[in-house]
């Protein structure tokens, strides 16, 4: 497993990757092939599982140390001088004393295990017996294996095979129909698991996958639309309904078991007991997975949408949750239902779904249905875009009321118009190196907005996405002339490279010196016509905020 890694490692045509797994999983055995394929994509569990592995540089740092006997700050230089721990472990765990004789050969199922063993762990002595289940399988490695355990243990694989790729692999190698494949990953989301169903029963085994309440399916994703009169030009009539600004959730319920997971498929059932008993009380019916967005409110009287973070927060807390839940109140809209019973409904249209929904929803203060209208008016339509702004959301979703539910896909059954958020000319003023294949571009970028009184350049957020590689490159070149100072991975930049930046929204942040930070900031483009006296400034940005 260990050479296919460096292979793939040493690999960037996506074909030849599909065909090097292929060749791999075609010898696999069966048993195997779900921790294979998890693996492979740099993971340990399935991204719906709880089990998480929770290990730090910090700790792995310690364990390099411990095993090979170097002191943790030789460890980290070589972490710095490799630029990746992988290698450095690598390097580092060439000369390890051997503790036995006779050292066991390293297998898969044994990093499975002691991984399983360790995500399991809670309590007093946690980390002294996870530092005992690493350092256990880094006694066993070969020095290439454990540049790949290392990452593996990190989640920081990065061997760039896409989902894709994997599952083209499959389908070649067990000769099924692609589409089979991906509409039963869509709906276990578990390649490990699918890829034993299409090895044993072939496409009639795949054609039988069908939804399991309390695994989560892939949502359906939304295409962008310019305007109200775009998007009525493709459907009409239309379903208009509010863009509530929060977080994607599907609740399935089995009886009173209620599971709560969101769009990445995270299992966030604990995180919101209120949620899953409103979904116990007020969903008629045994079992059934319905849709909605989460969203955080000021209060339950002030039912005024509260920022991202604030729900965020309530995301990533998984201990003394009840606080919370009184501090930071959320409410639910639900706008689909794709499981009735017994019924399937993912081929049924929207609207008729929507009647459904409506029928087995018991509606309550926080527990409600989207605002909905289908028209093909288009003064009507754009008078609910206007309310829909004026209440604080981000714009509406449009959809199909003939459509069918197609997990995973950004067909066209659903589009969403959201206010445009005028474009900020920025400054880079820092930066940090790329890792694995990025290591020698820069691969984030400290963005700067100019306080028109001082005439300083505060920082306003870090912008990783919306460049091509070529562009990763290109601002690199640029900025490689006015560094100013290198501290590790981090790099201070003279600013005078401009970049025009889109972003979702812009926050309060106490991260940033302007004391704001964009949400999801991306590259427009270069912009090479422009020099440091057009960046922005402070003042223009409180300004942008108040005419939200
Ligand atoms: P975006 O994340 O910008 O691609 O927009 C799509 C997301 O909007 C969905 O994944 C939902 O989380 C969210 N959303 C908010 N309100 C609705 C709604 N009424 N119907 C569908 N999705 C919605």
Redesign the pocket.
């Known amino acids: 497993m260990a050479e296919l890694f460096q292979q793939l490692e040493k690999t960037s045509g996506r074909l030849e990757k599909t065909s090097i797994i292929s060749d791999f999983i075609s010898d696999t055995p069966v048993d195997l092939m779900p921790t294979v394929l998890l693996f492979l994509r740099g993971r340990v569990f399935p991204l719906w599982s709880e089990k998480e592995l929770g290990m730090g540089d910090k700790l792995m740092i310690k364990v390099l140390s411990n095993i090979t006997g170097a002191s943790e700050i030789h460890v980290e230089d070589k972490i710095r001088e490799k630029g990746d721990i992988g290698f450095a472990a690598e390097e580092l765990l060439v000369n390890k004393t051997q503790t036995t004789l006779f050292t066991e050969e390293l297998t898969v199922e044994k990093v499975h295990s002691n991984l399983t063993k360790l995500a399991e762990l809670s309590g007093k002595k946690s980390r002294e017996r996870k530092i005992g289940y690493i350092s256990e399988l880094l006694s066993m490695t070969k020095p290439l294996e454990s540049r790949y355990v290392v990452r593996l243990v990190l989640e920081e694989l990065r061997l760039g095979v896409g989902e894709g790729t994997v599952r083209d692999a499959i389908a070649s190698v067990f000769n099924v129909d692609a589409s089979l494949l991906e509409r039963a990953r869509s709906l276990r989301c578990d390649l490990g698991e699918v890829a034993k169903i299409a090895r044993q029963e072939g496409d009639e085994g795949l054609r039988r996958v069908s939804m399991k309440p309390g695994r989560p399916i892939e949502?359906m994703?939304?295409q962008k639309a310019e305007s109200i009169e775009d998007v009525l030009g493709k459907i009409t009539p239309a379903a208009f309904?509010?863009?509530?600004d929060?977080?994607?959730l599907q609740i399935h319920k089995m009886g009173d078991n209620i599971e709560l997971f969101t769009?990445r498929l995270e299992k966030v059932t604990k995180q919101f007991p209120e949620i899953v008993s409103a979904a116990r009380d007020n969903i008629k019916a045994s079992t059934a997975i319905v849709e909605g967005?989460l969203v955080a409110i000021q209060s339950k009287v002030d039912r005024n949408p509260r920022p991202f973070q604030d729900l965020s927060k309530r995301i990533r807390r998984k201990y003394r949750i009840n606080d919370l839940v009184e501090q930071i109140p959320v409410e639910v809209?639900l706008?689909d239902i794709v499981l009735y019973e017994e019924r399937e409904l993912l081929g049924e249209r929207f609207d008729d779904r929507r009647k459904l929904l409506e029928k087995i929803i018991n509606k309550t203060d926080s527990f409600r249905l989207?605002e909905y209208l289908v028209t093909s008016n288009l003064k009507e339509a754009d008078e609910f875009y206007q309310k829909a702004i004026k209440m604080g959301h981000e714009g509406v979703?449009v959809k199909n009321p003939g459509a069918p539910y197609q997990p995973g896909s950004r067909v066209g059954y659903?589009y969403?118009i959201?206010q445009v958020m005028e474009t900020l000319d920025l400054a880079v003023v820092g930066a940090t190196w790329g890792e694995g294949r990025r290591a020698h571009w820069m691969s984030s970028f400290l963005l700067a907005l100019r306080d028109e009184d001082t005439g300083e350049f505060l920082s306003v957020g870090r912008m990783a996405t919306g460049l091509t590689d070529k562009q990763f490159k290109e601002v690199t070149s640029l900025l490689k002339p006015l560094v100013v100072v290198e501290s590790g991975k981090e790099i201070g930049i003279k600013p005078k490279v401009v970049l025009e930046v889109a972003y979702d929204e812009i926050q309060k942040s106490q991260t940033y010196e302007s004391g704001y930070a964009l949400r999801f900031p991306r590259l427009v483009r270069i912009r090479y016509d422009k020099g440091i006296k057009d960046v922005n400034t402070l003042s223009r940005l409180k300004d942008l905020i108040t005419s939200h």
Not at 241 to 244: G, L, Q, T
């Open positions: 949502v994703l939304a309904e509010i863009k509530y929060g977080a994607r769009r967005e809209n706008f989207s979703m659903m969403k959201k």
